[in-house]
């Protein structure tokens, strides 16, 4: 018998938490309630019994200066006894049928296992990599003397915001952070927050959590790290080097390519955590559409996509960009092109190519050349720091 799946109430909320619990082996309190801007999905088999629960979270990514809406998946979670019987397949597709309702366009996950998610349309765009490092290897660099360092207070939320859009708005892939869960707090989300300033203007900031102990186990974790110029990172880097002699480890989750990764000897740092993120279109037109292109990009493309979750996106379409924007419209023009939910991600993705799309089987084409696809990999790859 079919699993009945359909959105949470209130009531069902203690059932999904032991259900996530069980799963996950997570803290036996109960959590407070979830903040808004979520949808809860569960399963139920004949007698009512919660067998299955996942939940979309209303989120929003940057793609090169464009907030693009987003059904970004968590804690998806499947009794025991009803693993493998098609009960997170079922999940998934109602979550995607609700989320291409309410104008999302877009989605990531971060998997413990990918097979199950391959097989509903995501694919693997990235890591997310948790680095240790001594914190006597890092630079120690003079103050600049134009700028200053102070102790963050709730008051600077506000702030640090800003910086966080400043760096990450023209990257691909990386949380927008206006989702509730980011932004309802009146306290600091950390143990403490560092802020850079010049002329009493915040260019920079890191917030950490101290841990416990001054022993040879000692860790200082960087939560969140944003720098605005070089000055700022190596006056931040600077602070945190005065830690070495009760913290021995640095962790953090950099950020590839910004400023602060461009003053740390990642040489010497080790692999704490790698944590696999997934991504999956949830209406391919809007996808196209909503997000920013590189301005130098121009190109028509047609191409063939089938997708089983989301008939919505099944059909032969033309992608057209230039001027920094492109359209995607369905098209009868015959092509050879043929392309895969899972091969879309990845091209839009910016990791893959038509080349290594049609080596994996998820291009098939008979052309001799299918680099044209190519178009739709236009833009940096996309990044993802923020773990849910």
């Given at each position: 018998?079919?699993?009945?799946?359909?959105?949470?109430?209130?009531?069902?909320?203690p059932?999904a938490?032991?259900?996530?619990?069980?799963t996950?082996?997570?803290?036996?309190?109960?959590?407070?309630?979830?903040?808004?801007?979520r949808?809860?999905?569960?399963?139920?088999?004949?007698?009512?019994?919660?067998?299955?629960?996942?939940?979309?979270?209303?989120?929003?990514?940057?793609?090169?200066?464009?907030?693009?809406?987003?059904?970004?998946?968590?804690?998806?979670?499947?009794?025991?006894?009803?693993?493998?019987?098609?009960?997170g397949?079922?999940?998934?597709?109602?979550?995607?049928?609700g989320?291409?309702?309410?104008?999302?366009?877009?989605?990531?996950l971060?998997?413990?296992?990918t097979?199950?998610?391959?097989?509903?349309?995501?694919?693997?765009?990235?890591?997310?990599?948790?680095?240790?490092?001594?914190?006597?290897?890092?630079?120690?660099?003079?103050?600049?003397?134009?700028?200053?360092?102070?102790?963050?207070?709730?008051?600077?939320?506000?702030?640090?915001?800003?910086?966080?859009?400043?760096?990450?708005?023209?990257?691909?892939?990386?949380?927008?952070?206006?989702?509730?869960?980011?932004?309802?707090?009146?306290?600091?989300?950390?143990?403490?927050?560092?802020?850079?300033?010049h002329?009493?203007?915040?260019?920079?900031?890191?917030?950490?959590?101290?841990?416990?102990g001054?022993?040879?186990?000692?860790?200082l974790?960087?939560?969140?790290?944003v720098?605005?110029?070089?000055?700022a990172?190596?006056?931040?880097?600077?602070?945190?080097?005065?830690?070495?002699?009760?913290?021995?480890?640095?962790?953090?989750?950099?950020?590839?390519?910004?400023?602060?990764?461009?003053?740390?000897?990642?040489?010497?740092?080790?692999?704490?955590?790698?944590?696999?993120?997934?991504?999956?279109?949830?209406?391919?037109?809007?996808?196209v559409?909503?997000?920013g292109?590189?301005?130098?990009?121009?190109?028509?493309?047609?191409?063939?996509?089938t997708?089983?979750?989301?008939?919505?996106?099944?059909?032969?379409?033309?992608?057209?960009?230039?001027?920094?924007?492109?359209?995607?419209?369905?098209?009868?023009?015959?092509?050879?092109?043929?392309?895969?939910?899972?091969g879309?991600?990845?091209?839009?993705?910016?990791?893959?190519?038509?080349?290594?799309?049609?080596?994996?089987?998820?291009?098939?084409?008979?052309?001799?050349?299918?680099?044209?696809?190519?178009?739709?990999?236009?833009?940096?790859?996309?990044?993802?720091?923020?773990?849910?």
């Open positions: 018998m079919q699993p009945t799946v359909r959105e949470l109430i209130p009531d069902d909320l059932a938490w032991q259900l996530g619990q069980l996950f082996g997570s803290d036996p309190q109960p959590p407070p309630p979830p903040p808004p801007g949808t809860q999905y569960g399963a139920f088999d004949h007698h009512g019994n919660l067998i299955g629960k996942a939940v979309d979270l209303h989120d929003e990514q940057w793609w090169a200066g464009h907030a693009v809406p987003a059904a970004d998946v968590a804690g998806v979670a499947v009794a025991p006894e009803a693993r493998g019987t098609g009960i397949r079922a999940l998934l597709r109602t979550l995607l049928h989320a291409h309702e309410r104008g999302a366009a877009i989605s990531a971060f998997a413990t296992t097979a199950p998610y391959r097989a509903c349309g995501w694919e693997i765009a990235g890591q997310l990599r948790t680095l240790d490092l001594p914190t006597t290897a890092l630079p120690r660099h003079h103050p600049a003397t134009h700028l200053t360092t102070r102790a963050g207070t709730p008051a600077d939320l506000p702030a640090t915001a800003e910086l966080y859009q400043r760096v990450t708005r023209h990257r691909c892939g990386l949380l927008t952070r206006t989702h509730p869960r980011f932004t309802t707090t009146d306290k600091l989300p950390y143990d403490g927050l560092t802020l850079v300033e002329d009493g203007t915040p260019i920079g900031y890191a917030g950490w959590n101290r841990g416990r001054y022993g040879p186990d000692a860790v974790t960087i939560e969140d790290i720098a605005t110029t070089a000055d990172a190596r006056t931040l880097i600077g602070v945190l080097t005065t830690w070495h002699s009760v913290t021995p480890t640095l962790r953090l989750t950099p950020l590839p390519g910004d400023a602060i990764c461009t003053q740390l000897p990642l040489e010497l740092a080790r692999e704490h955590e790698r944590d696999t993120w997934m991504h999956r279109p949830v209406d391919i037109t809007r996808a559409q909503a997000r292109w590189p301005t130098h990009t121009r190109g028509t493309v047609a191409f063939t996509l997708d089983d979750l989301a008939p919505w996106n099944t059909g032969t379409w033309q992608l057209t960009v230039a001027d920094g924007a492109a359209q995607l419209h369905r098209t009868t023009t015959d092509t050879d092109l043929h392309l895969t939910v899972r879309f991600a990845r091209l839009y993705t910016g990791t893959a190519t038509a080349r290594t799309l049609a080596e994996t089987g998820h291009l098939r084409h008979t052309t001799p050349d299918p680099s044209a696809l190519d178009l739709l990999a236009a833009g940096p790859p996309a990044q993802l720091i923020d773990y849910f």
